[in-house]
């Protein structure tokens, strides 16, 4: 039941774009996305409930497409900041069978 | 700051030793959570509280006991440490469970089990 992250890891240079999925095989209500900065608690960035809508967070957005049971994580002009490790977290019913996805650990380089 | 408070920040345990982990949350939330944390494990549940006076187990809750106390504090415990119970263990709480909105965590607790 724990949805699927993608890509497991991923390099950029400052400024560069990166799109982190979330994907499940069962129906979903809701998507979560946390950014965990090393040695911290994980910190949340946004929800996104069924309907396909799209949500923004200052340069980091995100989609559902309920369709396809899939979330994509939308990083714009990547800061050093943006470096941690991102985990979607997904709820199959409202209130229900809440699970976190592996994470995908994102570096940001100078 | 409003927030989830954990105590202690770290800890070191003999096998077979007991210890209680506290959490308590100044939002007026209904739902608190013990997630606890491995390399390359991801979040797991251990046990939730979905409103005071009720607990129900996660996804890894053998060897772990909680209280609600009430509506602020959730306590997660381990009665018989084991090495395997080494991990960072963090607490949490929302709103209330479904109602779209996301969770906030505590700093964690990093247990050491020799």
């Known amino acids: 039941q724990q949805p699927v992250q993608s890509p497991q890891a991923v390099i950029l240079r400052e400024g560069e774009d990166a799109v982190i999925n979330c994907s499940s095989s069962?129906?979903?209500?809701?998507v979560h996305w946390y950014r965990q900065k090393h040695g911290e608690a994980p910190v949340f960035l946004m929800i996104?409930?069924?309907?396909?809508e799209q949500k923004g967070h200052e340069k980091i957005s995100a989609s559902f497409n309920e369709k396809k049971q899939q979330s994509s994580l939308y990083l714009t002009a990547s800061q050093l900041s943006y470096s941690g490790t991102y985990f979607c977290?997904?709820?199959?019913?409202?209130?229900?069978?809440?699970?976190f996805g592996p994470g995908t650990r994102l570096s940001v380089l100078p | 700051n409003a927030g989830v408070t954990q105590t202690p920040k770290f800890q070191v345990l003999k096998t077979g030793q007991s210890m209680t982990l506290q959490c308590a949350q100044d939002?007026?939330?209904?739902?608190m959570y013990w997630y606890r944390q491995d390399p390359g494990m991801g979040l797991r549940l251990i046990y939730y509280?979905?409103?005071?006076?009720?607990?129900d187990k996660g996804e890894v809750p053998n060897g772990y006991n909680v209280s609600r106390l009430n509506k602020r504090e959730f306590s997660l415990r381990l009665e018989s440490a084991a090495p395997s119970q080494t991990s960072v263990y963090f607490c949490?709480?929302?709103?209330?469970?479904?109602?779209?909105?996301?969770?906030?965590f505590g700093s964690g607790t990093r247990l050491t089990v020799v």
């Open positions: 949490a709480s929302s709103l209330r469970m479904g109602v779209g909105r996301g969770y906030t």
């Open positions: 069962k129906a979903l209500y809701s």
């Open positions: 996104l409930l069924k309907g396909g």
């Open positions: 977290g997904t709820e199959v019913r409202m209130g229900q069978n809440f699970v």
């Open positions: 939002m007026n939330h209904n739902s």
């Open positions: 509280s979905a409103s005071e006076g009720t607990t």
